[in-house]
């Protein structure tokens, strides 16, 4: 509501004050996209206000304007189809590649014995290790948040003791890959979608508890399908009658198909336990995705390696090879194999630092992207 109040009163000044739009509109786009993401907006009439308030920086030069465009796009859709960018959100997410530790003790243990790593530093040649707290993450799975940084950047390494970036890039067997959401998200996001529109059901619920992995994301695609639908509309009224039909009569479908299936037979199938939907449905299954792992890779920037004529006659090599080139290039190749065409994933970097990393991982990109 803040973000909002704040756009109304910009736009009522922007004609007067022109430098206040420079400076404030473009963080208060990126705050509201943000916001919608992590909940279903308030109501409809929240939505036509700010979709009016925005439609006045439409036409700005870019990047106001572009930004305004995208903002009012993922609006509209939102007017139709709420929870829409909460669930392109869970999308993008689940295509990052997921640590799976087998439990908290040994989690911690492996994790000490490896996350102290020499680095050198820029003052004394001396080597440095890097300080990590002994409370190392107790979750039993993380998403790694790859921080690229200069080991000779003094600040980058203080960034990276005070941040508590773990050291550690390869853990061995323990990655999984998902190319969208695991059953056990999928049957969340059935119940927080036919919930929302059809309201909570009981026997719903219980129908999930039934359904293996294959029969969960068989019907979840059927589900998405109706809901995205639903989002092509122009008219919210229509869209919601639309999807509230097709939803229902999915919910039955998911009901009579599990009301064949035996009690007995269910254990070892079960995606969703007992105790999973009393908690989820205190929070309106909401999904929670495993948290972000803060991950350093550290580079020496001043190993080059810079092509020979021959090599750039024959298009072998073009650009100069650095450590940041090859880090990244090992860690591709150690994910490659969990990959495919059809099942992509996602990797996210920070380049943390200056100039130099920020020329090197450039560099690195440039010769990654040609060859």
Not at 272 to 291: G, I, N, S
Not at 359 to 369: F, I, K, N, Q, R
Request: with cysteine; aromatic share 8%.
């Amino acid at each position: 509501q803040n973000t909002i109040t704040k756009l109304r009163s910009i736009s009522g000044q922007i004609l007067l004050l022109p430098k206040l739009a420079e400076i404030s509109l473009l963080a208060l786009i990126f705050m509201m996209r943000q916001l919608i993401s992590y909940t279903r907006v308030p109501d409809e009439t929240w939505l036509d206000k700010s979709i009016s308030n925005l439609k006045r920086f439409y036409l700005w030069p870019v990047p106001y304007g572009s930004q305004a465009r995208d903002l009012l796009i993922k609006l509209q859709k939102e007017r139709v189809a709420p929870g829409y960018a909460l669930i392109q959100k869970i999308w993008r997410e689940c295509r990052l590649p997921e640590i799976i530790i087998a439990d908290g003790d040994n989690a911690i243990e492996s994790s000490q014995h490896n996350n102290t790593v020499s680095t050198p530093v820029s003052k004394g040649g001396k080597n440095n290790e890097m300080d990590y707290d002994d409370e190392h993450p107790e979750e039993t799975s993380f998403r790694p948040l790859y921080y690229l940084f200069d080991v000779d950047d003094s600040k980058s390494l203080l960034f990276a003791n005070v941040m508590k970036i773990d050291a550690q890039t390869d853990w061995g067997t323990n990655y999984k890959v998902h190319s969208g959401p695991s059953a056990y998200i999928s049957a969340i996001l059935i119940l927080n979608i036919i919930s929302y529109d059809c309201g909570k059901s009981e026997d719903l619920e219980n129908a999930i508890k039934k359904l293996n992995e294959n029969e969960i994301n068989l019907f979840y695609k059927q589900v998405i399908a109706i809901f995205t639908s639903s989002s092509n509309s122009s008219d919210s009224k229509v869209a919601k009658q639309s999807r509230s039909l097709g939803l229902k009569e999915i919910s039955a479908q998911i009901i009579a198909h599990a009301s064949d299936k035996d009690d007995d037979e269910l254990d070892d199938e079960c995606i969703l336990l007992r105790e999973d939907l009393h908690l989820l449905k205190d929070t309106d299954y909401r999904v929670e995705l495993p948290a972000l792992h803060h991950t350093g890779i550290g580079c020496d920037l001043k190993k080059k390696e810079f092509p020979s004529p021959g090599q750039m006659a024959s298009n072998e090599m073009l650009y100069p090879s650095n450590e940041v080139l090859l880090k990244l290039t090992s860690l591709l190749k150690n994910l490659h194999g969990l990959t495919s065409a059809e099942e992509k994933i996602t990797l996210r970097f920070m380049v943390a630092g200056g100039n130099s990393i920020l020329s090197g991982v450039a560099t690195a990109y440039a010769s990654l992207m040609r060859h």
